[in-house]
């Protein structure tokens, strides 16, 4: 089945998404998707709902939904939780979507190929070609800058717990 239509039937469901290169998945929400990405109300694990990750479409070898993504779905939904409509991203166009996420969260976490490596901070400058990420660290100190190529981008998280608690901590223990 081809993706978009695999997509459409999972819409604000719990799926599992695998790679090709990755040995870890990534599951969640089915929020709203693109032929480059994909929005998911982001589940890390058990129960748990936690922000939300864009993934690009490229490297995905399966999506599915089983009886192990169904259950959680009727535990997190059981706790009352409800996928959320969050205001529509630009999931068409990177660049657009990269200004579009630091413009209203202030910061998100990017991950190339590696899934042990993530690069959370803030958006310096962009183009078709790369982005210049001022880079957070575990600390909430606004450290370096950093530069990706746009094409080497995998995945992106926003909003997290883990996110939030970093921007918090780097606005009100260091200024």
Excluded: C, H
């Excluded at 939300?52 to 999506?63: F, H």
């Amino acid at each position: 089945m081809e993706l978009n239509n695999i997509l459409k039937t999972y819409l604000y469901s719990i799926i599992t998404i695998e790679f090709k290169d990755r040995e870890s998945s990534i599951s969640g929400f089915l929020l709203d998707y693109s032929e480059e990405w994909i929005l998911l109300q982001y589940n890390p694990q058990d129960y748990i709902i936690d922000g939300y990750i864009l993934i690009r479409n490229s490297n995905i070898d399966d999506i599915f939904r089983e009886e192990p993504e169904d259950f959680t779905e009727k535990v997190i939904r059981l706790k009352g939780f409800i996928p959320g409509k969050l205001e529509k991203l630009p999931l068409t166009d990177t660049v657009s979507l990269i200004e579009a996420l630091n413009n209203r969260f202030g910061i998100f976490s990017l991950y190339k190929k590696s899934e042990t490596s993530t690069y959370p901070g803030r958006l310096l400058s962009i183009d078709q070609e790369t982005l210049t990420l001022e880079w957070l660290d575990t600390k909430a100190r606004w450290t370096e800058e950093r530069v990706f190529k746009l094409k080497k981008i995998r995945v992106i998280e926003f909003n997290t717990d883990y996110l939030i608690s970093l921007k918090i901590a780097s606005e009100n223990l260091y200024n």
